[in-house]
């Protein structure tokens, strides 16, 4: 087994439906993808030093993504039944402890500049009731080792970056049934400072 193999196995071990080392360079980035996080605006748009307008901005995360040869991208499959209810946030939750987990194998395996992306915004997730303390005080985040910019804040295109995959994918709304369409997913993705061949 290679290094890949092995990586997209603990992704596997740990919680993920699927998961796929790409070349970092495949890594779309649109600003227009920022725009959708602001109409209608997500929950935690501007309430969170992790969601837009705060996030770091697509060109920043262009200079950063030229920084890495590879990146893991994952899924977690859930029924759309969850995703269309505030149960949605236990599934973005997982996506996040799933990255942190991720991130301390690889640096235990010397991979030492690792970066994470998760899906949705972490205000829900963790701080639901109380305003961020970044934004509204400059005091450290409640939870540092957790909370990171989503792959949306940042202009990720996850919609292709998950067809390029070759994973299945349909767009879902407030208005999407869940008889139709029974499953979607909530995606992540490390990147590291090597290529894993």
């Not at 995703?83 to 990255?99: H, K, P, Q």
Request: hydrophobic content about 40%; glycine content about 8%; some cysteine.
């Amino acid at each position: 087994m290679n290094e890949a193999e092995k990586l997209v196995r603990k992704a596997v071990d740990w919680g993920a439906s699927a998961a796929r080392v790409l070349p970092a360079r495949e890594i779309v980035i649109e600003e227009g993808i920022v725009a959708l996080c602001q109409n209608p605006p997500c929950r935690g748009f501007g309430k969170s030093a992790h969601c837009p307008p705060h996030a770091p901005p697509p060109a920043d995360v262009r200079k950063l993504i030229r920084k890495y040869r590879s990146a893991l991208l994952f899924k977690i499959d859930v029924p759309t039944e969850i995703l269309l209810s505030r149960d949605r946030y236990r599934a973005f939750e997982g996506v996040y402890v799933l990255i942190r987990r991720l991130k301390d194998y690889l640096r235990e395996e010397g991979r030492l500049q690792v970066e994470g992306f998760a899906a949705g915004s972490c205000k829900p997730v963790f701080c639901p009731r109380v305003k961020c303390r970044v934004l509204t005080g400059g005091e450290p985040c409640r939870f540092p080792d957790l909370a990171l910019p989503s792959m949306e804040a940042v202009g990720m295109n996850v919609f292709e970056l998950v067809q390029q995959a070759g994973w299945p994918i349909q767009r879902l709304t407030a208005g999407s049934d869940p008889k139709k369409v029974p499953q979607g997913l909530v995606a992540g993705m490390v990147l590291m400072e090597d290529y894993c061949k």
